[in-house]
């Protein structure tokens, strides 16, 4: 059972993870930076835990210091939050070695799924189907494999994710100059300069899986859309993922719950698939061995409350859920508000938040870290906030998102409010079943 939890992230996720685990009755020590200290986290946690000065690469992605800030705490677990060190398998061996539990999967499994190509050659021997391509370790076998696969492609970095290291490549001749880019920013981003290519799927529509497991047995809560992405950065996310055949859609989850038995998996993950929007054929991308971003569009059509699931198995706990009690109901669409400027090439934009005013009523719910006064630091990522909406069905729910970012108001600071609000009048939105190449054309 866990009776000290540390919260070794910050924002908005630290806040989430903080008021479940209070709810359940555990103390929450929050790992801040000094640069957070003072957020709303820090003030909502029961005790704070500096882990170093407000450079990320000197604190949250400190794993020495993460973990003996913990053991000083005398904390029972730690809950990585997303990104950061949440899919980190030395941090969560280290966590072990200390006799701190990790909030997550088995570090087997982060190394299975934390490693791009492995993942690949694992999800193929659970029956998975895969894009076309495979690794490139210099830039002429990136030709050659760009060359068996026909552009365009995709590359992509083998430690990567959220699109770090990831480029679209149109042209054979473009690629010499793209795949020494790619390495550059894999290495400086993840400390791996690995990349692999794949054929690029014009029509492709992100789709992804969630799923639940004890190390036993394994289930899924449904489907989610994140095709709406700005550089592979998802903006917009909804469950379940609408305009999808039942065989494409019954397809895609028995997928995710073989991947997850197949690695005896523990904790809440999502299985990321890019779907062909013009045949319905589907491949198998990566897994998030962690919460994701946008977890609470699930929670909103499923009633299931992902991280008290993750805390409670983490405790040692089987799942309390068998995959009949899913009954997933009504629609359920989520927005980020990042501090960026839509207008200037999402140019960041830190700074103070002078007045925050987020939607409230009937089947809308905020997550946000961010208040009138509250600060943007120029250290971290940049989002703010999630409107998650809920609707009867699909048409409801998009009918309150227009309402909700009407009266959203963010001063001070430049947000992504106005893109969101395109989004929502856009007619092709409203349909539903847009691909990732969407705000191409907005």
């Known amino acids: 059972m866990i009776r000290r939890l540390f919260i070794a992230n910050r924002g908005e996720i630290a806040l989430r993870v ?8 555990m103390t929450v020590i929050l790992g801040a930076s ?7 986290p820090a003030m909502l946690a029961d005790e704070v835990a500096l882990v170093g000065p407000a450079p990320s690469a000197q604190s949250y992605l400190d794993v020495d210091a993460v973990i003996a800030a913990a053991i000083a705490a005398r904390a029972d677990a730690i809950h990585p939050g997303y990104g950061f060190l949440s899919e980190n398998a030395r941090f969560a061996k280290a966590a072990a070695d200390a006799g701190i539990i990790f909030v997550g999967p088995n570090i087997s499994s982060l190394e299975a799924m934390g490693d791009k190509l492995m993942a690949r050659a694992v999800g193929q021997a659970a029956g998975l189907p895969v894009v076309p391509g495979g690794e490139a370790a210099t830039p002429e076998e990136a030709l050659a494999r760009a060359r068996e696969t026909g552009f365009p492609v995709l590359l992509k970095a083998v430690a990567g994710g959220g699109g770090k290291g990831m480029k679209r490549v149109e042209r054979e001749e473009d690629l010499i100059p793209m795949i020494t880019m790619a390495m550059a920013e894999a290495q400086a981003s993840f400390g791996d300069p690995r990349v692999y290519v794949e054929r690029f799927i014009a029509s492709g529509r992100h789709v992804e899986v969630q799923v639940l497991g004890d190390g036993e047995n394994a289930i ?13 950065q998802k903006l917009v996310e909804e469950a379940p993922a609408p305009m999808l055949s039942d065989a494409t859609r019954s397809g895609l989850e028995r997928a995710a719950v073989a991947l997850a038995k197949s690695l005896h998996y523990k904790g809440a993950g999502t299985v990321e698939f890019l779907v062909d929007a013009k045949t319905g054929d589907f491949y198998f991308l990566e897994m998030n061995a962690r919460i994701q971003v946008e977890h609470p569009v699930t929670e909103a059509i499923t009633g299931v409350d992902l991280v008290e699931q993750q805390l409670l198995v983490a405790g040692g706990a089987r799942l ?24 200037a090439d999402f140019r960041p934009s830190p700074g103070t938040v002078t007045r925050a005013a987020w939607p409230a009523g009937p089947g809308i719910r905020v997550d946000s870290h961010i208040a009138s006064g509250g600060m943007i630091p ?13 609707g009867k069905d699909r048409p409801a729910a998009v009918a309150r998102l227009a309402r ?11 947000s992504t409010t106005p893109l969101h609000r395109r989004i929502a009048a856009d007619p092709r939105f409203v349909a539903g079943g847009v691909d990732t190449r969407f705000l191409e054309g907005l």
């Open 18 to 25: 903080a008021r479940t685990a209070q709810r359940l009755g």
């Open 34 to 40: 000094r640069g957070d200290a003072e957020s709303l």
């Open 220 to 232: 899924h809560l449904g489907t989610r859309d994140c095709s709406i992405q700005r550089r592979f």
């Open 320 to 343: 309390s859920l068998d995959q009949d009690a899913i009954r997933p109901r009504g629609h359920a669409i989520e927005v980020r508000i990042n501090a960026e400027d839509p207008d």
């Open 378 to 390: 120029p250290y971290y990522d940049s989002l703010m906030g999630k409107l998650i909406v809920w």
């Open 404 to 414: 909700a970012l009407d009266t959203l108001s963010i001063e001070g600071v430049a």
